[in-house]
């Protein structure tokens, strides 16, 4: 409770009550920290007077919020730094696009008789197609219904390509990026989740999808069984699998039951690879294995940071994945958004062999700064707007 | 029914035949996939909280519950009677229901009582009530610390814990949620 009368301060506080006359005055807004056994300090967030109307408490904020977004732009100046060392060109692909991804869970927003990116991924795609070897972005995506501690449906989505590479190269830029930007935030190769730190320094530990089931879920995923066998597998496993008949939805459930608390638990960073085909609708299959993907995952003290394709490059099978998907759409009552053909063109006239990931630069930024949610390394998120 | 964007802290909903409120919610999407809503039920009947992943398009039922501010009136044996002071409609409630603060009720206090299928299952009472005490040790004088408790009965039936000062007679502001002392009152 805080009360003020004259230039006195009286704040009740669990330890009792304590009077302060501040050396300046504090006003509505102010911020003010009260350590048992010392001063309160009164903190201006915004104490010049630039601002229309200085004592608006809209233009106050708290310390934290901006200690988050001085986090965020250390992290942003490293990852440039990062690229800018590895000779990759910056690239900034449009963000209203005719046609955005088709993938089955990611939900697109409409804007005019287009849409919003969900990833920069195809615009990427043709510049690598266009003759450039090795691009990054920061682009801004946008993904309708998703909202939670680490979701938003705005965010600053990180994506760099590497022609004539595999996934290796990529797993090592990951491996470099996270452990300078927690040098460069913590001055040690350790992210912050909550109270605890996460090793990051290189190498990362490496699990397949197949090898985390068998540990974690006791399943032994085949990738190739029918979604009713899958629903066998999970009751098995103790996994009430509710109403869910699709093989995705089974496989997801069965990730957030066992895999992703797992994964939390972990004091290290871990790639996850070899997925499942039907979940890596833009990535390669093992040549040797076709019912699994050449994609990755990177995991850090639980969160997911990053999704890595060794990408398709066959034009046909591209389409018929994107016909699949449309198909898969219509039939759960989802929109059905256009195929996009000038990518599929850029496809059909050479997209070299190549890697590439999508790593999400709020949550970077979230295990830099050890914050539990976006809202703290964000300008302003949610019910925030 | 309920869709998983419906879900938010309080929303009463059936499951397995018995009524829950969340308590607790979360949107997690893993791996790229199927986007869910890890949500914390508690159990409006035993209290106990179950976890669950309600994945998006999956319904939820609506309970039939509902809650109505009551006045408590008086006990009747083992049960205990409530008035609705809008309707002046009465319930007996039994001491089960009730359960351990039965000894804070004292007459005409307001609680809000649950009701699941039109029968009332569970009390709350109000967050903090302003009881006389009937009888504790004498008390202390000097110390005002309030750092050391002694036991107190006080007019409801409960026994507390209070500050060595506090004599018989004094009336107190008690936290309901906690049975604990909070300050002494002026009448």
Redesign the interface.
């Known amino acids: 409770m805080l009360a003020r009368d004259a230039d006195v301060l009286r704040l009740r506080t669990a330890e009792g009550e304590v009077s302060y006359s501040p050396a300046g005055s504090a006003s509505p807004g102010d911020w003010i920290t009260v350590v048992p056994g010392q001063e309160p300090q009164i903190s201006l967030a915004f104490s010049g007077g630039d601002y229309p109307d200085p004592s608006s408490e809209v233009f106050r904020l708290p310390q934290a919020r901006l200690d988050g977004l001085r986090v965020r732009a250390r992290v942003l100046a490293e990852i440039r730094r990062y690229f800018a060392e590895q000779d990759f060109l910056e690239v900034e692909p449009p963000t209203w696009v005719r046609s955005p991804g088709l993938?089955l869970?990611?939900q697109a927003l409409r804007a005019e008789d287009g849409y919003l990116i969900t990833s920069p991924e195809f615009a990427m795609k043709r510049l690598l197609a266009g003759g450039l070897q090795r691009i990054y972005a920061t682009a801004r995506c946008f993904r309708s219904?998703?909202?939670?501690?680490?979701?938003a449906l705005e965010f600053t989505m990180l994506e760099w390509y590497r022609a004539f590479a595999c996934l290796e190269e990529i797993i090592g830029d990951t491996e470099a990026i996270v452990s300078r930007c927690m040098m460069a935030v913590r001055g040690r190769a350790e992210a912050l989740v909550g109270n605890r730190a996460i090793d990051v320094s290189p190498p990362w530990q490496r699990l397949s999808v197949r090898e985390a089931f068998a540990r974690w879920a006791k399943i032994d995923l085949l990738a190739s069984e029918s979604a009713d066998e899958l629903r066998t597998k999970l009751v098995t496993a103790g996994i009430a699998p509710?109403?869910?008949t699709a093989w995705?939805?089974l496989?997801?459930?069965a990730?957030?039951?066992r895999?992703?608390p797992a994964l939390a638990e972990l004091d290290h960073a871990l790639v996850l690879y070899d997925?499942p085909a039907p979940?890596a609708a833009l990535a390669r299959r093992k040549p040797d294995a076709p019912h699994w993907a050449l994609r990755f995952?990177a995991y850090v003290g639980g969160i997911?940071l990053a999704?890595a394709f060794d990408e398709l490059t066959d034009a046909e099978e591209q389409r018929a994945r994107f016909r699949a998907e449309q198909d898969e759409r219509r039939a759960?009552g989802l929109p059905v958004y256009p195929i996009d053909e000038k990518f599929l063109a850029a496809l059909r006239e050479g997209l070299p062999p190549c890697a590439g990931i999508a790593l999400g630069v709020d949550r970077l930024a979230m295990l830099a700064h050890g914050a539990e949610e976006l809202r703290q390394i964000a300008a302003f998120v949610g019910d925030e707007l | 029914m309920y869709e998983t964007?419906d879900i938010r802290k309080g929303l009463k909903v059936l499951m397995d035949g018995n009524p829950f409120t969340v308590v607790e919610f979360?949107?997690?999407?893993?791996?790229?996939?199927?986007?869910?809503t890890?949500t914390k039920f508690k159990n409006l009947l035993t209290g106990g909280v179950v976890e669950k992943?309600i994945?998006?398009?999956?319904k939820l039922e609506p309970a039939n519950v509902e809650e109505r501010a009551m006045q408590y009136l008086y006990k009747e044996g083992e049960d205990f009677v409530f008035m609705d002071g809008a309707s002046y409609e009465q319930v007996t409630i039994v001491a089960e229901t009730i359960g351990k603060d039965h000894d804070l009720l004292m007459d005409n206090l307001e609680c809000t009582v649950l009701f699941f299928n039109d029968r009332a299952v569970g009390i709350t009472l109000p967050n903090f009530i302003f009881a006389h005490v009937t009888a504790t040790e004498p008390g202390a004088r000097g110390d005002s610390t309030g750092n050391v408790l002694k036991p107190a009965t006080i007019e409801t039936g409960a026994e507390i814990g209070v500050p060595l000062f506090i004599n018989e007679g004094d009336f107190l502001k008690i936290d309901t949620r906690t049975r604990s002392y909070v300050e002494r009152q002026k009448e």
């Open positions: 993938e869970h990611i219904e998703e909202e939670g501690p680490q979701h509710g109403t869910a995705d939805d496989f997801y459930l990730f957030l039951e895999i992703e997925w979940l995952e997911e999704n759960r | 964007s979360q949107f997690v999407k893993p791996g790229k996939g199927t986007a869910f890890r992943n994945r998006s398009g999956e």
